[in-house]
């Protein structure tokens, strides 16, 4: 009896036992499906046209797939029809460009390395049935050794590196069938066709079904990099001179960014390429200049260098007199400011205003810091090393500022190359500027006639000279 | 007879023209290949283990194909050894983590999906003729949109990115199959076999002939680096009060090289996610601290962006006082002395040297400049516009001098984490520190031990009682 409640107990402490496990294996898995379930919704939310991708994939893939339900279609292609499925897989790309580009690479390679295949296959064929596997194997070695280092060429790898890759494939594949099936041609016919079918699948489901484009990414990139750079300036003015305590948050929201700025060259480089391969749509013609927007973003990511150091004086503690105080703040506001007009001239597509109001008041400031550094307001700072931390943040706005006229100089070059549309205010100072050109009997080219263009020069030269002045 | 001769010589002027047109053509496509060939023997030279990688996809192709060659392989596979010659030429990559990354993707993704496709197939054959079609359609639509989503996540997009796109691939192929081919169950195994044995060779030829090391390169991209900044830190203390003129060739090669350690984020961290598939080879064990090197290089990167800046006041014309130029060079050559040495540490493998003789000397530049700045000294530049750039300089160098501290503080966590081997005197001065930390009763773990890291800690907080004395 005693035995028999003590097994009781037992199982039942087994079963408890056995409960709880589960249980807590459950509430693990629960908690893991609902982080899974949150990080899910978080890639969906930061970008949806990655949900929309997915759905495209599927439809491509399910449009395909008619090939196998189908007996008319199914009948004309056989087996070969999985060629389509493969294309599709993986072809269909997140942008129109990259998803054009490799399509492209896929059929002009499938074609060339189809018909040198077959071409290897007849010279192999002619030499008789012993020489034949030794003379292919040979060809496939060679070929692939050529092919695996020309995918070395950096052009070659930046643009070509799929097409290389199918071509050593097709090539092989070709080739080396060609030992054993007799109907060699149709079957590399067929899946020439296929392969053509899948891609133009791809091309136009990402064409037409709610598009990516890599150009329009690389175009908002750049002018959301310049925009970051712009909000970090202004803010860098309002907290320059704050310690750690006074700033409610400690470091305020437009401060965070900047490494992202810094990193984006892979991408910024990838997009560009991608851009490349797509037709004109909306705002972009077809040979939108994709490479002024590269040098856009190096000149942007060198001022990130400079505006990451100037971050380090951040809360420096440092008492500044109040009058060096204000100009450092609005220089760099000022800088920021000037940062996001020409931000938002991308963004919108329009020249950048002419005569920068903002690089106007920079120059002021400038020239009123080197008056203000040259006059025995100083003096009273016996102590060097109090001077140390402000003259370092003032040298290196000033930096900063001849980053921002590069910057400024490349926009403008782009608003030109790309046809930016002129805004009112630009058209009307444009015409001014024209019949000035006129009365001198001097007709200039675009980028002379552009109001924006004389502001610049005027600008770079005088602040340079301060710049000279500060004898830096 | 006029007219004949006119017309000969018509001819004659044709074939001429003609000869001139092939001549010319000629000498362009010998212009163009001599290019080629030159571009190529770079590409070769710069990395001889570029021409090796080609020979290896050449023999491991050639070994896949003996499939096709002889008689009693082929009648086991059949058409499915094609598989063999696309895993080959698809898997096979640089280095050996890649190979085996890609390889082990491929093989799970296609087992995984293999079997749920083969599911898929028996529950939609289940349903009967006109439900089946509609519901592997289904099927593979739903398959589809969800792996494509999941590729977006980060973690996956770094490691299972191919897999991913083998499963959709498998999944798609296999249960569409079904619809068609009676045989599918040995369909798949074929399959399956076919692509492990391909791989299985991919990963044999990559780690049996001349391997490459995704981990090997990551380690000496990441000590190249340090050693760039350090040349350029040395050539910096040389040429910073030279003018442009005095400096022979202009910028000497020491100071180029900035711009590839700035960029290097994408190549190390691609490296380190191939890095982390290699099994253990040579100096590294299986799961080496490649994430520690990924740190360091983040930290090098911050050094380099200082160091870009520093490079602004190059042949800035600033006569600065002999003394004050003294010290600005032994500190940037100390610097740069520093980083070699770490570069050094991080190339052979071996603890950096305990109390860091370089960075001692740092400390005593620092103090030196400080108590510089501080006396009356500087007086005599009334004018302040001439002190700022050295101002800054010395601000800059003292900013470079903690990050010089905190690449070395990475650098010593590296040696711990990976069991660096001990250098002779390293030896000797652990024994020390560990008698006294005996006969204090207070046993440490690694990283208090190690000499090294006691004078970092000594150095770090006196070079940094330097920087806030300097104010900033």
Redesign the interface.
């Given at each position: 009896m005693t035995m028999e409640i003590m097994g009781n107990v037992e199982k039942v402490s087994i079963f408890v036992s056995g409960w709880l496990w589960l249980k807590g294996l459950l509430a693990r898995a629960l908690i893991k499906m609902e982080e899974i379930g949150r990080?899910?919704r978080k890639?969906?939310k930061d970008d949806p046209r990655?949900?929309i991708?997915?759905?495209k994939?599927?439809?491509a893939?399910?449009l395909v797939?008619l090939f196998?339900?189908f007996q008319p279609l199914?009948n004309n292609f056989g087996v070969s029809a999985?060629w389509a499925?493969?294309t599709v897989?993986?072809v269909f790309e997140f942008s129109v460009g990259a998803t054009l580009g490799k399509g492209l690479n896929r059929g002009l390679a499938t074609f060339a390395a189809g018909a040198l295949g077959l071409g290897a296959h007849h010279l192999a064929s002619a030499t008789g049935k012993t020489c034949e596997?030794i003379l292919?194997?040979l060809f496939?070695?060679?070929q692939?050794?050529?092919s695996?280092?020309i995918r070395?060429?950096p052009k070659v790898k930046a643009r070509y590196d799929y097409g290389m890759?199918i071509f050593?494939?097709t090539f092989?594949?070709v080739s080396?069938?060609g030992?054993?099936t007799d109907e060699i041609v149709e079957l590399a016919q067929k899946r020439l066709l296929t392969i053509l079918i899948g891609a133009s699948t791809c091309v136009v489901v990402s064409i037409f079904v709610c598009p990516v484009w890599a150009g329009e990414d690389l175009h908002k990139l750049v002018a959301n990099n310049i925009e970051k750079l712009g909000n970090f300036m202004e803010g860098f003015g309002n907290e320059c001179f704050k310690t750690f305590e006074d700033s409610e948050n400690g470091r305020s929201s437009s401060l965070i960014g900047l490494s992202s700025v810094?990193?984006s060259?892979?991408s910024a480089e990838t997009l560009a390429n991608f851009a490349r391969w797509e037709p004109g749509h909306g705002q972009f013609m077809y040979r939108h200049p994709w490479k002024q927007y590269l040098k856009i973003a190096s000149l942007t990511?060198?001022c990130a260098?400079?505006i990451?150091?100037l971050n380090?004086?951040l809360y420096?503690k440092?008492q500044a007199p109040q009058e060096i105080q204000g100009i450092i703040s609005s220089m760099s506001s000022e800088s920021g400011k000037a940062l996001k007009e020409l931000a938002l001239a991308i963004a919108t597509m329009t020249k950048p205003p002419s005569r920068n109001r903002h690089i106007s008041n920079l120059k002021v400031a400038s020239t009123n810091l080197?008056s203000l550094?040259?006059s025995?307001f100083?003096?009273k700072h016996?102590?060097?090393?109090?001077?140390?931390?402000i003259?370092?943040v003032?040298?290196?706005l000033n930096?900063t500022v001849t980053n921002v006229e590069n910057i400024a100089g490349a926009v403008d070059e782009l608003s030109c190359l790309a046809n930016f549309k002129s805004s009112g205010e630009e058209m009307r100072s444009n015409k001014v500027l024209k019949q000035v050109d006129v009365e001198d009997q001097n007709p200039h080219v675009c980028i002379k006639i552009d109001g924006a263009e004389h502001v610049k020069q005027e600008g770079q030269s005088s602040i340079q000279t301060g710049y000279q002045?500060?004898?830096?």
């Open positions: 990080q899910t890639i969906a990655r949900l991708h997915s759905l994939v599927g439809l893939l399910t797939s196998y339900y199914y999985m499925v493969m897989v993986v596997p292919i194997g496939v070695f060679l692939a050794v050529a695996t280092f070395f060429i890759l050593i494939l092989s594949l080396i069938s030992l054993r810094l990193d060259k892979t990511r060198q260098c400079r990451e150091v380090g004086y420096s440092t080197n550094l040259k025995d100083w003096e016996a102590n060097l090393l109090q001077v140390i931390p003259a370092t003032a040298s290196l930096d002045n500060l004898g830096v």
